[in-house]
């Protein structure tokens, strides 16, 4: 049985050491031991991309085991896009395969002279930095299937885009499905500029095993195992909603609710949403002989991913609601096959979809691009990979690219692009898009626990009243949830089923040999965003970087002519906990 | 005559496409009528219709329905946040 260990490599010196798991981070995992570890190591005020920043790499606490849809891996340092402390959260068969290995987290460290690239292979005979210069410049599909054929069908490849190599802030860390495609991504925040900066083009991890990481308490585990599948399958959102249609079934229902932020978040409405929803995608997917469903890593019951055939003959896999908004309507684009090849050039390239999508918004209007065409669109994107002044820009973010242009329009927090609900038709996510330690991000505030039922009754979305505790209660949640590896999408039949906290709860314990409560989880939520948000106040933050861009407060959004009107003082009393 | 402007998402989609049903489909509605009405005069389960949208805003199935509303239908099972910040839950 493997024993829990950090890999430490030195990128400057070469040196790949295993090191003890220190008593305080034994029972961490993702998010968790992310952040902590960036706390306790990164200098707040150092630059993201010199010698003292970290990127840190952590399966979840249940990663590698059984329990259903527990494979997500949390990548964190701080972010060369906001300037402060990121964890990104991604699915993929990576984060089971560390856990197999003992591998508690990898910590790349410290800053190489010269320009040679490597790669980190990691097996269970031990772990070695390889030369990789013939894989610089290359995309992470051709990267990814490269390192399967020399390394072995079924290895795990994380890796970086020619972006991370270019050191842009957009850039992400991407790993594959079981199928090779190298699309499930840590995409925001910048990461794959620090893995960039690091001279580290791959992550190889090769394990024989998936699912027999160590568990304190085998026969316990098993059965909490068995329940929290069953917890999955009993509830609509995870037996039905999402392997039906997958995220993308939210098109048309944020669109009905009119907070789809359309052109550039000046419209809540785009007329043409049922062109790029969900619905239509399984429609499209299954007549190319595609899938309407799809799981990023063994053992997910939920199966939220898809595989969408495009006309070159390439697939996207998947398209996600985010990337189909942030590419779609955000842009006035209404043709899944344009957004499906963005997406694809995004992975490909190494590329934060939602990023991409949010900067090419910003540009188009600038006039640099036409709003709606997506030909214009791909080119300007090509760009990337040429590392033209255009593509360079495209790949620094919204912020970057509306000061470039002289635009005031920039819907970022933070240095960082809203994803795709309109803070003004949902004030409750406006709140987490401002308060958040990770800027604008939808995931910060996505789970929901079952305390929020008992507390909360009808918070209406259109008004101001009630939006911070309920932004409060989900932020602390999902910073728990994020440190589980469970995909966030648990967190639906969490909500509804009383049973579904205490069994996580169960796991925890039987998987660790300790006594873990539902208290403990929601103080272990409130210590990690503790711990980034003190990280953000020394890197240099304060209560003027938890806001909104001016625009919300001014320009009323269609078709409720609301606009963001929840009160300064107010957002300042979210982390009052 | 009164009418509103129906839609419907996901699975009951496909109740549209099976009746030739356009998108969105013109309605007829009574006096009276609510989302609840007419789901049942038009024979859609209302066991799978977990929230209703009334001109964009979340409603309760015995909201009263007024001549050019616009009224979605939306299954069980659609996933995300909102599920909170909309009132899927609260509005039930
Ligand atoms: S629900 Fe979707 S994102 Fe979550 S683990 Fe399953 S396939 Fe991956």
Not at chain 1, 539 to 554: H, N, V, Y
Not at chain 2, 40 to 47: F, S, V
Request: charged share 20%; glycine share 12%.
């Amino acid at each position: 049985m493997p024993v829990s260990k950090f890999l430490r490599v030195n990128t400057a010196t070469r040196e790949v050491k295993f090191e003890e798991v220190p008593e305080k981070y034994l029972i961490l995992g993702g998010r968790a031991l992310t952040s902590q570890l960036v706390f306790d190591e990164v200098p707040p005020t150092c630059n993201p991309l010199g010698p003292f920043n970290k990127l840190v790499i952590a399966p979840g606490m249940l990663s590698g085991t059984n329990a259903p849809s527990s494979g997500r891996m949390s990548v964190g340092g701080k972010s060369p896009l906001t300037g402060g402390i990121k964890e990104a959260n991604a699915g993929g068969i990576a984060s089971q395969k560390l856990a197999n290995l003992g591998i508690k987290a990898i910590i790349l460290e410290g800053k190489p002279q010269g320009n040679d690239w490597y790669l980190l292979k990691v097996t269970p005979a031990g772990a070695e930095l390889i030369p990789a210069n013939d894989l610089a410049g290359k995309g992470t599909y051709e990267v990814t299937a490269i390192c399967r054929e020399r390394y072995g069908p079924k290895v795990a490849v994380i890796t970086i885009g020619p972006a991370g190599e270019m050191l842009l802030p957009a850039a992400g860390v991407t790993n594959n499905d079981s199928d090779g495609n190298s699309s499930r991504y840590a995409g925001r925040g910048g990461l794959g500029a620090v893995m960039g900066s690091k001279k580290i083009k791959a992550i190889v991890v090769d394990s024989p095993t998936t699912f027999d990481a160590p568990l304190k308490e085998a026969e316990r585990f098993k059965a909490a195992a068995r329940k929290f599948t069953q917890i999955l399958q009993e509830h609509p959102v995870t037996s039905k909603g999402l392997p039906n249609y997958g995220t993308n079934v939210l098109m048309n229902i944020i669109n009905e609710a009119g907070a789809l932020p359309t052109r550039n978040f000046h419209f809540g409405r785009f007329e043409r949403a049922a062109e790029v929803s969900g619905e239509k995608l399984a429609e499209i997917a299954v007549a190319r002989g595609g899938k309407a469903t799809h799981p990023c890593h063994p053992g997910c019951v939920m199966r939220c991913s898809n595989i969408y055939p495009l006309p070159n003959g390439k697939v996207c896999a998947p398209i996600e609601y985010e990337s189909a908004w942030a590419l779609g309507p955000n842009l006035e684009i209404d043709s899944l096959d344009v957004i499906g090849q963005l997406n694809y050039l995004c992975n490909d390239y190494g590329l934060d979809t939602i990023e991409t999508g949010v900067t090419l918004g910003v540009l188009m209007e600038a006039g640099v691009i036409p709003f709606g065409d997506g030909e214009a669109a791909i080119k300007a994107l090509e760009e990337v990979a040429r590392g033209t002044p255009l593509g360079r820009i495209i790949g620094s973010g919204a912020a970057t690219a509306g000061r470039v242009y002289g635009v005031t329009h920039v819907p970022v927090v933070k240095g960082q692009g809203l994803p795709a609900y309109d803070p003004r038709g949902c004030k409750g996510i406006g709140v987490t898009y401002a308060t958040s330690p990770m800027g604008a991000d939808h995931t910060a505030g996505y789970a929901v626990t079952a305390n929020i039922l008992k507390v909360g009754g009808y918070v209406d979305p259109h008004k101001p009243e009630g939006q911070v505790e309920l932004s409060r209660d989900l932020q602390v949640a999902t910073a728990f949830l994020d440190s589980t590896g469970f995909c966030l999408f648990v967190a639906f039949a969490v909500l509804d089923n009383p049973e579904g906290m205490p069994t996580i709860c169960d796991l925890i314990s039987a998987k660790y040999g300790i006594s873990f409560t539902v208290d403990d989880a929601l103080e272990l939520g409130k210590r990690v965003l503790k711990a980034e948000r003190e990280f953000n106040l020394k890197a240099g933050f304060t209560s003027a970087d938890d806001r909104l861009p001016e625009f919300f407060k001014l320009e009323q959004l269609p078709p409720h002519n609301t606009v963001f009107d929840v009160r300064d003082e107010d957002l300042d009393q979210v982390f009052n906990f | 005559m009164a009418r509103v402007e129906l839609r419907a998402f996901g699975s009951l989609m496909n109740i549209f496409s099976a009746r030739g049903w356009t998108f969105p489909a013109e309605v007829e509605i009574f006096p009276g009528e609510t989302p609840g009405t007419l789901m049942e005069r038009l024979g859609i389960p209302p066991e799978e219709v977990e929230a209703v949208f009334v001109n964009g805003r979340v409603e309760r199935k015995d909201c009263p329905l007024q001549d050019g509303d616009r009224v979605a239908f939306v299954p069980a099972g659609i996933p995300s946040v909102h599920r909170v910040m909309l009132g899927f839950y609260g509005k039930r």
